[in-house]
């Protein structure tokens, strides 16, 4: 059963509405990440967290929010979705120790911005 | 901050050859390497890593060699299949760290 899931796993939405993108993992990992993946491109880094109720900034934080309710979950929040914001997201999940670095992702979620 | 890069962008190649991918990280202060591979629509999958501790490091058909003087990483793929069809990923990370830096992929055909 695949550890880490996201919602919804493609979404429609309009410039300047706001999207709200999930992601629950299983794995009992305390780190979690958001990434984005723009065609012909490597995953950057938007959002990631460590801990419940703490998240920080990665490498893309413009236009986006996060937010850790839980060990298991973690959400990505555009409150302005804009054109330039079309693109797939990954969530993944890492553990704390000697694989720290090894992530485990998410299925992605393919968001159009219209 | 950390940079990689990865060649070529795109290989196609018959099924039975091999492969070689290779890659470039910026920072010596990464040392732990992990690759994955992401099949036509689906979620990225590790697939073998390095640390930099090691010169070399197998796992079935997937050998991955390092040279941290010219900060250099190399995939070798062989007797490819065409299920290896994918994009590969190169990344970097410092140890204890949580940012991992991704390359922009390999893109990886093999034909029957």
């Known amino acids: 059963e695949a550890a880490v899931t996201q919602s919804p796993r493609s979404k429609v939405a309009v410039t300047g509405g706001k999207v709200t993108l999930s992601c629950h993992q299983t794995?009992?990992?305390?780190?979690m990440y958001w990434y984005r993946q723009d065609t012909g491109h490597g995953l950057r880094l938007i959002h990631y967290s460590y801990v419940a109720d703490s998240t920080e900034k990665g490498d893309i934080p413009d236009g986006y929010k996060a937010s850790r309710p839980s060990q298991e979950n973690f959400s990505l929040i555009l409150e302005l979705a804009s054109l330039s914001q079309t693109a797939v997201y990954f969530c993944?999940?890492?553990?704390?120790?000697?694989?720290?670095?090894?992530?485990?992702f998410g299925p992605g979620t393919r968001l159009l911005v219209l | 901050g950390e940079q990689v890069e990865q060649l070529p962008s795109s290989l196609i190649v018959q099924e039975g050859a091999s492969v070689l991918i290779n890659c470039s990280y910026t920072?010596?202060?990464?040392?732990?390497f992990p690759w994955y591979k992401q099949e036509p629509g689906k979620r990225l999958q590790f697939i073998i890593d390095?640390?930099?501790?090691?010169e070399r490091k197998q796992n079935q058909r997937l050998t991955l060699l390092f040279d941290k003087k010219t900060k250099h990483l190399s995939l070798h793929i062989t007797a490819t299949q065409p299920g290896d069809s994918a994009i590969y990923f190169c990344?970097?990370?410092?140890?204890?760290?949580?940012?991992?830096?991704f390359g922009s992929g390999t893109r990886l055909l093999v034909s029957p």
């Open positions: 390095i640390r930099s501790n090691m």
């Open positions: 990344s970097a990370s410092i140890t204890g760290g949580y940012k991992v830096v």
């Open positions: 993944a999940s890492s553990d704390r120790g000697v694989n720290q670095d090894t992530q485990y």
């Open positions: 920072d010596s202060a990464s040392v732990y």
């Open positions: 794995n009992n990992h305390d780190y």
